[in-house]
Nanobody, 121 residues
């Protein structure tokens, strides 16, 4: 069974840094993209960053540009999110997301269970 597992969340002071990691496991025949989303209390889930397998291109939400960096290890099927210059408004549950070709040879969107990031002022 394919799944995504995140790690690396925690509590950090404003201005600090955290690195989130996500590992895809199971029988995976391909990954189109891997992304990070976040959801703050009372708010909708929002896309933070995406990295595409085909060319390694990346996209970022305006709110994190210049502070967050998404990267992948294609050989390990992992994606990281390096977060710097953290602000209290970055506090949220962060979710890993990927579009993967599973053991059934079907493409599906997968979600991790989420990891809490809390930034104190």
């Amino acid at each position: 069974q394919e799944q995504l597992v995140e790690s690396g969340g925690g509590l950090v002071q404003a201005g600090g840094s955290l690195r989130l990691s996500c590992a895809a496991s199971g029988t995976i025949f391909g990954i189109n993209w891997m992304s990070w989303y976040r959801q703050a209390p009372g708010k909708q889930r929002e896309l933070v960053a995406t990295i595409y397998t085909s060319d390694g291109s990346t996209t970022y939400a305006d709110s994190v540009k210049g502070r967050f960096t998404i990267s992948r290890d294609n050989t390990q099927n992992t994606v990281d999110l390096q977060m710097s210059g953290l602000k209290p408004e970055d506090t949220a549950v962060y979710y890993c997301n990927a579009y993967m070709k599973s053991h059934t040879h079907q493409w599906h969107e997968y979600w991790g269970q989420g990891t809490q990031v809390t930034v104190s002022s």
